[in-house]
């Protein structure tokens, strides 16, 4: 099994990176959508929009996308041996962080499908950085591999 998962290692990663890149993009625009959601009158028909398309990213995008980062992550981890790495041990860390944020965001999702938003603008502004801090990270420890 190991050695069939090795000789896919290539469309594996390239499976794992776009995975990761639908992630992320949810990930940065769901809360930009939060921001403009908030200046929207609960049950105005923009306000209904923001639902459709907030749903829409998180179910039909950023959900799916986050299952396979996952699977295929975990498979590749496994198949390499990685997992007394350092840098993968601080990046399984990263990683755990942005499925917090994902969780955080789908939570909010509901606060305004249900039209019980009670947070300004500005908290989403803020929790749009968070996925890029933590991409960062992940990227820096991919690519660099400190320990």
Not at 17 to 30: F, K
Request: charged share 15%; net charge positive; aromatic share 12%.
């Amino acid at each position: 099994m190991r050695d069939a998962i090795l000789a896919a290692l290539p469309w594996l990663r390239a499976l794992h990176v776009v995975a990761v890149i639908s992630w992320m993009a949810g990930l940065l625009y769901l809360p930009r959508l939060f921001v403009y959601h908030c200046a929207a009158q609960p049950g105005s028909p923009q306000s209904e929009t923001f639902k459709v398309m907030e749903r829409r990213l998180l179910r039909a995008i950023m959900n799916p996308a986050m299952i396979v980062a996952w699977i295929v992550g975990l498979v590749l981890v496994w198949a390499q041996d990685l997992w007394g790495a350092g840098w993968m041990q601080a990046k399984f860390a990263l990683v755990v962080a942005m499925t917090w944020m994902h969780q955080v965001l789908a939570r909010w999702r509901k606060d305004f499908a249900a039209d019980r938003n009670a947070r300004p603008a500005r908290d989403y502004r803020i929790a749009n950085e968070v996925p890029t801090l933590l991409m960062i990270g992940i990227v820096v420890l991919v690519f660099v591999r400190p320990w």
